[in-house]
């Protein structure tokens, strides 16, 4: 199989990561305990068909973007901390929840923030992986045809293949 691997150290600092997990959760306790940590995403992935290749003695595969990050742990501790956190999450993933958030009690709050452990990770190194049939050319026609009427996944890893000029 053959796939890009992109690792490179930052010019600027990357962003830190923010999140956090039940107290309940020994999740934290590892973080806290080894310091540092692998964070995987994987992007648009599929199912490859062999039908996308000219001749028949091919197998199916999968065709995906993945992104690493080795990252340093930092727990919050401190309650300002915490609110910064929470209130970085809502705003990223869901800012009208924010007002509401907001006009909860400082006692349920209170509570709430105790329930979890809150952390920081410090990206330190970062690893782009793609595999989208790259080494074999021959297929790049049919398989953009496949992608092209296919799922979301399958209509980003084109856009991938069109950025990277495939």
């Not at 509570?111 to 190194?125: Q, W």
Request: hydrophobic share 40%; net charge neutral; with cysteine.
């Amino acid at each position: 199989m053959s796939q890009f691997n992109l690792s490179f150290s930052p010019l600027l600092p990357w962003p830190v990561l923010l999140g956090h997990v039940a107290r309940a959760n020994p999740h934290w306790k590892y973080l806290r305990d080894r310091g540092t940590a692998l964070v995987s995403y994987l992007g648009p992935h599929a199912y490859m068909s062999p039908t996308v290749y000219p001749d028949t003695m091919r197998v199916p595969t999968w065709n995906y973007l993945a992104v690493q990050c080795r990252v340093r742990v930092r727990l919050l501790t401190e309650r300002v901390e915490m609110d910064q956190m929470l209130d970085k999450i809502i705003n990223d993933n869901e800012p009208a929840y924010r007002e509401q958030w907001h006009s909860l009690s400082e006692d349920y709050h209170s509570k709430m923030v105790a329930m979890i452990v809150g952390f920081e990770l410090e990206i330190t190194e970062l690893q782009c992986k793609l595999k989208l049939n790259q080494h074999r050319p021959e297929s790049h026609a049919a398989l953009r045809r496949v992608l092209a009427t296919g799922s979301d996944d399958e209509r980003e890893l084109l856009a991938w293949m069109d950025r990277l000029k495939m």
